[in-house]
């Protein structure tokens, strides 16, 4: 029996809701004041230029690289999971790429901010656009600045047209069901973002066909655009940065931070729509162990760096023992313990199922992963070999308001994900759901 | 006049056996609606997703050569800037902006191509007519006969849709 008696109406009936109570509403106070922080730490910026910041020689990088490069090892990884789960073909749990793949939109948002903000001069962004200025200057092409552009900018358009492509025939169910409610004002949104699809089984195929090919184009891209961060570090001179590990070390780095937000999500979405039977318990068992997993994999790739420190040159073994013993050496070990450590615990069933242990577990990956990059960038730059130390980097208050406020931007994003469409692909539901009767 | 039939079931069999019946019968203009992919289905109707491979082979190759191009030119030919005595033409440093470029240009060609196959947009159509149409986005499936060919009119498309067993029956004015 294929029929439908699987009925995805709680999931499309949860954006047609009129009232999501004072959580909701307190969140969004909650996340709209951080990113009005956000806007004035820019405007701050803007007006009074980058002295606002603590950076200085040697630390001419700061805040604005350790957060973009956690924003986007955030983004791949929520991205990687998201695209994974769609190619396995036939396979069950498609439907929960919805919302990682919305949380990697989300944060490539939230990261895309900085490099913008760390060029001094953030007015003339445009310049790495290879445009026919009339100075007749065009962009220097052997420099990672301009990688990085198009990186950055590949990255947002791929992930928002597969995001919303996924989304076309869920929106189209929440077209008819807003006509079905009498919600006409709703209905015509809905029915405009629709694009008018009527689920013709032609149309399916080709649809089918394009979701998996650019599920199966962002791989590498998920892959190159974190090398290209990575790589803006190794093509530099300084020795920390300078080896050929370092892109290994961030891609392998950057998965438990964007599985530990999704695996957050997943619990928080659960929980507060109610949608338990759509993101089940198998769902959390799989995110939760690929999150294990995939800090066991970083236990690896801190050993490594520090073994193969041993048999590098004396220059960059100065480097690394400067950067995990010296003035940063707190921040390289807590991140390795949050990294690497925590999300052992979710090798516990209670822990991957019970929401208030599986949040706090993903956000401490994700804050591991983060002092991770703060030992990177500043650990890095350390120049303890000098008879004089120059004075260490510490971020300004300017600073941590805008991290706060890139948080409370990627916040915003996400609760307005959850207030205006379906978490999760109700379409990929109902094709699991038919694919489960068939013996 | 009446220039097509519309048939409600509440299965994808029901559905893919009266579209393999409306297919034995001659039957070629019509189209099926589901909530969700039936590759059976699609078979029947001849329909795959190959032209969207194509289309983003196509557009991928000329995103590569795009960019390796202008890259090539505008660093070799038309403002060659010495950095410190490096080749202007430089392969290692042009190839991950031509990676990311060419995988930019073949997804947009997938997912636009997609769209342009499907002649989508396209927000009125007259299948939004049928009575219930709206539950074809969520669990009933449709089949419609469109009227046109030689000795397939309308009265052979009720006749034929309505041996189906189908939920309900509605004809649709073009």
């Not at chain 1, 997993?293 to 970083?298: E, G, T, Y």
Request: aromatic share 12%; charged share 15%; glycine share 8%.
């Amino acid at each position: 029996m294929s029929s439908v008696e699987f009925s995805t109406r709680p999931v499309s009936d949860q954006p047609l809701r009129g009232d999501f109570g004072w959580r909701f509403a307190a969140g969004v106070a909650g996340a709209g004041l951080l990113t009005l922080m956000l806007a004035y730490a820019v405007v701050a910026l803007l007006l009074r230029g980058t002295a606002l910041w603590g950076t200085n020689i040697p630390f001419v990088w700061g805040f604005d690289l350790i957060n973009y490069i956690w924003w986007i090892g955030i983004a791949n990884a929520a991205s990687l999971f998201a695209v994974v789960l769609v190619l396995r073909r036939h396979g069950l749990r498609t439907s929960v790429n919805r919302f990682a793949e919305a949380a990697a939109l989300a944060a490539v948002a939230a990261a895309a901010i900085y490099p913008i903000l760390h060029l001094g001069r953030p007015w003339l962004f445009y310049w790495t656009v290879p445009y026919p200025a009339t100075f007749e200057v065009w962009p220097n092409f052997r420099s990672t600045l301009v990688w990085d552009f198009w990186g950055i900018m590949s990255h947002v358009v791929v992930t928002g047209l597969f995001w919303y492509t996924g989304l076309i025939p869920d929106l189209a169910t929440m077209r008819d069901r807003a006509v079905a409610k009498g919600r006409m004002v709703q209905a015509q949104i809905y029915g405009l973002l629709a694009l008018g699809w009527r689920g013709s089984v032609r149309h399916w195929a080709r649809h089918q066909a394009a979701y998996r090919l650019v599920a199966a184009l962002v791989l590498p891209m998920l892959v190159s655009a974190q090398t290209i961060v990575a790589l803006e570090f190794a093509t530099t001179l300084v020795p920390e940065w300078h080896q050929a590990r370092l892109p290994l070390h961030v891609v392998a780095t950057g998965i438990p931070s964007g599985l530990g937000v999704v695996l957050a999500l997943a619990a928080l979405l659960r929980g507060g729509l109610g949608l338990t039977r759509y993101i089940d318990d198998e769902d959390m068992h799989l995110l939760g162990k690929l999150t294990a997993a995939a800090a066991l994999l970083c236990g690896y790739v801190y050993a490594e760096a520090l073994l193969v420190a041993l048999l590098e040159d004396a220059t960059t073994r100065q480097a690394m023992a400067a950067r995990a013993f010296g003035a940063y050496a707190a921040l390289y070990w807590g991140g390795a313990a949050l990294v690497v450590g925590l999300p052992q615990l979710l090798w516990f069933r209670r822990a991957r199922i019970k929401a208030r242990w599986a949040v706090p577990i993903g956000l401490g990956a994700a804050a591991g992963v983060w002092l991770d990059r703060f030992s990177l960038v500043a650990g890095g730059l350390v120049r303890d070999h000098l008879p004089s130390t120059a004075p260490l980097y510490a971020p300004t208050m300017p600073e941590w308001t805008l991290l706060l406020g890139s948080v409370g931007l990627f916040a915003l994003l996400m609760l307005a994900f959850a207030r205006f469409v379906p978490v999760v692909s109700m379409f990929e539901m109902r094709h699991e759901e038919s694919e489960a009767d068939v013996p | 006049m009446t220039s097509a039939v519309i048939a409600e079931f509440d299965s994808q069999d029901a559905l893919v056996a009266a579209l393999r019946a409306a297919r034995d019968a001659g039957w070629r203009r019509m189209d099926a609606y589901a909530p969700y992919p039936v590759p059976e289905a699609a078979k029947l109707l001849g329909a795959t997703g190959a032209r969207v491979a194509w289309i983003a082979i196509g557009a991928g190759l000329f995103g590569a050569v795009l960019a390796y191009a202008t890259q090539y030119w505008l660093s070799v030919h038309n403002y060659p800037l010495n950095v410190g005595g490096r080749p202007l033409h430089a392969l290692p440093a042009f190839l991950p902006a031509t990676t990311i470029v060419a995988i930019l240009w073949a997804a947009a060609g997938a997912l636009i191509g997609m769209l342009a196959l499907n002649r989508l947009p396209r927000l009125n159509h007259p299948v939004f007519a049928a009575p219930g149409f709206g539950r074809a986005s969520e669990d009933r499936f449709f089949l419609c006969l469109f009227a046109g060919d030689p000795g397939l009119d309308a009265r052979e498309a009720l006749y034929l849709l309505r041996r189906q067993k189908p939920l309900s029956l509605a004809e649709l004015p073009a």
